[in-house]
Nanobody, 126 residues
Framework: QVQLVESGGGLVQAGGSLRLSCATSGRTFRRYPMGWFRQAPGKEREFVATISGNGDTTYYADSVKGRFTISRDNAKNTVYLQMNSLKPEDTADYYC???????????????????WGQGIQVTVSS
């Protein structure tokens, strides 16, 4: 059974930092692009960042560029999202995802995503 399990969320003050982790099991995802998405209350799920299978290529939403960094450790089948300079508008449920047959670029427009994690809450207080 394929599983994506997020961790590292929580409550943080504006300007603070959090690091999300997404551990995969049930299948080796080291060759596949992975990404992070978020959904705020009352809004649609949106792209945050994606990374290619070998980690060489990354994409970021304009709203997080320069503040968030996506990375991966293929030996651990884990992808990370380092979030710095957090703002109240970053408050959302964050989801990791993988595209078995796609690319990091296509994932950035929500195409070709095969598996989702269950999501983890991030709350940024002002």
């Amino acid at each position: 059974q394929v599983q994506l399990v997020e961790s590292g969320g929580g409550l943080v003050q504006a300007g603070g930092s959090l690091r999300l982790s997404c551990a995969t099991s049930g299948r080796t995802f080291r060759r596949y692009p992975m990404g992070w998405f978020r959904q705020a209350p009352g809004k649609e799920r949106e792209f945050v960042a994606t990374i290619s299978g070998n980690g060489d290529t990354t994409y970021y939403a304009d709203s997080v560029k320069g503040r968030f960094t996506i990375s991966r450790d293929n030996a651990k089948n884990t992808v990370y999202l380092q979030m710095n300079s957090l703002k109240p508008e970053d408050t959302a449920d964050y989801y990791c995802a993988v595209a078995v047959g796609g690319t990091a670029q296509r994932m950035s427009v929500m195409i070709g995503i095969d598996y989702w994690g269950q999501g983890i809450q991030v709350t940024v207080s002002s």
